[in-house]
T-cell receptor, first 114, second 113 residues
Framework: AQKVTQAQTEISVVEKEDVTLDCVYE???????LFWYKQPPSGELVFLIR??????QNEISGRYSWNFQKSTSSFNFTITASQVVDSAVYFCALSDNYGQNFVFGPGTRLSVLP | DGGITQSPKYLFRKEGQNVTLSCEQNLNHDAMYWYRQDPGQGLRLIYYSQIVNDFQKGDIAEGYSVSREKKESFPLTVTSAQKNPTAFYLCASSMRTGNNEQFFGPGTRLTVL
């Protein structure tokens, strides 16, 4: 069975600090996909990134970066120079190649204080 | 504008009544999903549909029903058999299952009195 663990339930940082959100996954598939979503207070989930299991290159998008390591089954998300607008719940998710099992982690609530 | 709409944003019902939540998408996506989110919790899959006239149960389908008569629409009915229906319900769609991200609607917050 597929599983996603986000061990950090809540994180608080002061504005401009860097913060890393951890995501550890379990799957027996060789082909799979990993995702990160942001859920602001409004409630709607916003897609941030998709990564397939054959692409271990790290990715940077502005202040956001992602570190995918198959050896440790981790897909961590780092926000550099955090801002108050980054305050949200962040979900990591895992999908198999056929979409039969799309699993979300429990989420990490990030609070960025001014 | 392309996207997913859910209506209404807030919904109140008396205990014992069935209620139907609307979900419409104009993204031409094949797959659609319904999730339930309880306060401080993650998302749990209720039902999903990969094509019209076909749908599959998710992890917590008991007390819910769906239909997929049109590609654009995937309504969810919360029946009186659902023991704890008060929750935040999110609808999502994707181009094809598995290897494409899901896009989410704004959600419907259902409160059963």
């Amino acid at each position: 069975a597929q599983k996603v663990t986000q061990a950090q339930t809540e994180i608080s940082v002061v504005e401009k600090e860097d913060v890393t959100l951890d995501c550890v996954y379990e799957t027996r598939d060789t082909t799979y996909y990993l995702f990160w979503y942001k859920q602001p207070p409004s409630g709607e989930l916003v897609f941030l990134i998709r990564r397939n299991s054959f692409d271990e290159q790290n990715e940077i998008s502005g202040r956001y970066s992602w570190n995918f390591q198959k050896s440790t089954s981790s897909f961590n998300f780092t926000i550099t120079a955090s801002q108050v607008v980054d305050s949200a719940v962040y979900f990591c998710a895992l999908s198999d190649n056929y979409g039969q099992n799309f699993v979300f982690g429990p989420g990490t609530r990030l609070s960025v204080l001014p | 504008d392309g996207g997913i709409t859910q209506s209404p944003k807030y919904l109140f019902r008396k205990e014992g009544q069935n209620v139907t939540l609307s979900c419409e998408q104009n993204l031409n996506h094949d797959a659609m999903y319904w999730y339930r989110q309880d306060p401080g919790q993650g998302l749990r899959l209720i039902y999903y549909s990969q094509i019209v006239n076909d749908f599959q149960k998710g992890d917590i389908a008991e007390g819910y029903s769906v239909s997929r008569e049109k590609k654009e629409s995937f309504p969810l009915t919360v029946t009186s058999a659902q023991k704890n229906p008060t929750a935040f319900y999110l609808c999502a769609s994707s181009m094809r299952t598995g290897n494409n991200e899901q896009f989410f609607g704004p959600g419907t917050r259902l409160t059963v009195l």
